[in-house]
């Protein structure tokens, strides 16, 4: 991949990525499972890496107030536990009742369950509200 010049946040010059789009059509086919191919190599080593932070995490959480600290620094780094409260829904029903009562909507997030939707529908049942559009991709197998 060749690259050509652009300049950092800090002014100095950096190294943008110019992409080739490989002439034919079978050329993309390969050269997209190439990508993909590399990309799983990269997502197992985020996931072993995702782990391994998770797992130093859980020891300093637990070890941090054994040690009557609230913080320690290594010779990169400060790392220190911070608790916050984190608002969780017990009473559905009183929850949906306050929302309606004070139209905060903004107190939720909206997506559907594609999952879900697609297995109403698919039992040919409708859900009111809800449409199907054709959402354009591609499929990408091995040969």
């Not at 995702?50 to 797992?55: A, I, L, M, Y």
């Not at 790392?79 to 004070?102: C, H, L, M, N, S």
């Not at 040919?124 to 054709?134: A, I, T």
Request: one cysteine or more; glycine letters at 6%.
């Amino acid at each position: 991949m060749a690259t050509a010049p652009t300049k950092t946040a800090a002014g100095k010059a950096a190294a943008k990525p110019v992409i080739k789009v490989p002439k034919t059509i079978g050329g993309c086919a390969d050269r997209l499972y190439d990508i993909k191919s590399q990309m799983s190599a990269l997502n197992k080593q985020l996931e072993a890496l995702d782990t391994e932070r998770k797992k130093i995490q859980e020891h300093v959480i637990n070890e941090l107030p054994k040690s009557n600290a609230t913080g320690v620094s290594g010779k990169q780094a400060n790392v220190r536990v911070v608790t916050k409260e984190v608002p969780q829904v017990q009473d559905w029903e009183a929850f949906y009742g306050y929302i309606r009562k004070t139209k905060r909507t903004d107190l939720m997030q909206r997506r559907l369950s594609e999952a879900s939707v697609s297995e109403i529908l698919d039992a040919g049942k409708p859900v009111p509200g809800v449409h199907l559009f054709k959402a354009v991709s591609i499929s990408l197998t091995k040969v």
